[in-house]
């Protein structure tokens, strides 16, 4: 364990999995972006030997009433954790998932946070509530070298638009657009987890199945669309 802190450097927002302690006293796991203070970000050429100095405030958004939202004002916190793995994000953002303790197994580095809400504004039907987190305890349990997959980066990506496939505010054509190319990163660039983790987009989602019929309705109406040449 290590003193009160972040157990890595953030800079602009950081993708990461939180996991919650619900009503049923299981955990729920769901993605979390943090967004780190303006002022005192880590250096980003050196990312672990900055974050027991950073300063400032982390942040965090949920929109609506999700589960973390609930659990943020139920319990107070959870535990914020990162991973290299995709398919943890994947089934973070896109599925149901409870688990019986709150650290994943094959997570890198966790912090128990302390959640208040600072902030809530209405977006169109949705309620955004901004959370200030305050690092409790921390442990690395793996140093790894970082290197640069776009597959990794494409599925992290999709996760974000697929899970605003339902959402009234964002356009759905464009979303598949978004996919479409997504995958095809992915399908060049991935590895065997990154085109797993993308499978699992595909399973939770069915964005293909909503994408071949947006191209069958715009290939069936060219021909008698009524428009003069």
Known sequence: MSDPGW?????????????TLGPNDRWNVAALGLHAPEHGEGDAS??????????????ARTFGRTRTWRNFTERGGGVVQFTSDPREFVDAALTVREEPDPVLPNADAWVEVRAERVASEDRGEVTVRTWALTPVESEIRSKRVSTVNRGFGAVIDATVAASRLDVPAYDTAELLDRLRYFADVVDRCGGPAEREAFARIDRATGWRSMDSDRTDDETGSAPGDGRGT
């Open 46 to 59: 050196h990312p672990s030997s900055d974050a027991s100095s950073q300063s400032g405030t982390v942040t």
């Open 7 to 19: 157990p890595v450097a953030l800079r602009g927002v950081t993708e990461s999995v939180v996991a």
